[in-house]
């Protein structure tokens, strides 16, 4: 079973920061691509940021572009979102995605984490 956990959301200040954390396990062939959305209360999902696998290329939505950053650990098939400057608007649930192959069905996989709450007071 493959499958991905996030960690490190919470409460936090207006101004502050945190660190999202996800992690793949499984029967993981490779990982092409890693990432964050966000879903706050009443509106859709909606893409945050993400990194290719094979040339490390990050991508943004523009509301975060200059506060948030990803990162990847390849070894740990963990993925980083470092989120500074945070604002009561970022409060959301975060849910990481991950496009991947499956070991041994080489299966090509979009899976979504169980989503990390963070709320942003003012």
């Known amino acids: 079973q493959v499958q991905l956990v996030e960690s490190g959301g919470g409460l936090v200040q207006a101004g502050g920061s945190l660190r999202l954390s996800c992690v793949a396990s499984?029967?993981?062939?490779?990982?092409?691509?890693m990432g964050w959305y966000r879903q706050a209360p009443g509106k859709q999902r909606e893409f945050v940021a993400n990194i290719i696998s094979a040339d490390g290329r990050t991508n943004y939505a523009d509301s975060v572009k200059g506060r948030f950053t990803i990162s990847r650990d390849n070894a740990k098939d963990t993925v980083y979102l470092q989120m500074n400057t945070l604002n009561p608007e970022d409060t959301a649930v975060y849910y990481c995605n991950a496009g991947l192959v499956v070991a041994g069905t080489f299966k090509y996989l979009g899976l979504w984490g169980q989503g990390t709450l963070v709320t942003v007071s003012s």
């Open positions: 499984g029967s993981i062939h490779s990982i092409n691509v």
